[in-house]
């Protein structure tokens, strides 16, 4: 009867440890896959890209002395964590800085093209950003919708635009969002969120301190005048 006992204790201590293995292993797997890599690297054929040329989505002034062009995709959760970080930092910086918005839609993500068009549907009416801040923010609401469109529709009442108007534009085929995508494509973007800041490529989340790091590098520099054209050259 003991020797059953023991073995049975045995058993449950086994089947505990294989229980404990698999939602280590799951919660790993988990972690992994959602871990926020970062890396950066300099290349010339990003000064050649025109990234900030002829884009459709700015925000802050032309003659900026530091540009940050942010390729990413309203469905991703690292990118809604990197743009609030970002807003912050631009707010800190106000006219030092222009943000221009690209388009990177991931195809695994299937409401990551609605929520683009949402957003240019709202940019017809001067509210491009206020939208994807929104989006950003009510991610977690919308991601895995069938039909997102109603809480689209909410959004841009809340942001007071003409209903009627942004449904009709919501609708059409945006031309940019795939131009974006391809352009993103042609420097080899390979995960969202990524930043290029001025002639650097940073891929992932940054931090709030790694951004002014990078940005503080520009504004202190003698050139730091002549940076504001490096993407366009």
Not at 35 to 56: E, F, H, M, V, W
Not at 108 to 117: D, E, F, R, V
Not at 198 to 207: A, I, Q
Request: hydrophobic share 35%; proline share 3%.
């Amino acid at each position: 009867m003991q020797k059953v006992k023991a073995f049975m204790g045995a058993n449950k201590l086994y089947i505990s440890g294989i229980i404990v293995t698999l939602i280590l292993v799951v919660f790993g797997s988990f972690f992994y896959s959602h871990r926020i890599p970062r890396s950066q690297s300099t290349n010339n054929n990003y000064k050649k890209a025109g990234l900030s040329s002829d884009a459709k989505n700015t925000r802050g002034p032309q003659t900026a002395t530091v540009k940050i062009v942010e390729f990413s995709d309203l469905e991703c959760l690292a990118c809604a964590q990197g743009h609030i970080k970002l807003n912050k930092v631009i707010t800190k910086y106000q006219d030092q800085i222009q943000l221009i918005y690209r388009h990177y839609p991931l195809k695994s993500h299937k409401n990551s093209n609605p929520a683009a068009n949402a957003a240019e549907a709202a940019g017809e009416q001067g509210k491009f950003f206020q939208m994807i801040d929104l989006l950003y923010k009510n991610q977690n609401n919308w991601a895995n919708k069938t039909d997102p469109t109603n809480m689209f529709a909410t959004y841009a009442d809340e942001l007071n635009l003409n209903i009627e108007k942004f449904m009709k534009d919501y609708a059409k085929t945006w031309t940019n969002i795939s131009l974006d995508r391809a352009m993103g494509e042609k420097v080899n973007i390979k995960l969202t969120p990524t930043f290029f800041i001025n002639d650097k490529m940073f891929e992932g989340v940054m931090s709030e301190t790694e951004l002014e790091t990078e940005i503080q590098q520009y504004l202190k520099t003698p050139e730091a005048t002549n940076t504001s054209e490096i993407l366009d050259q």
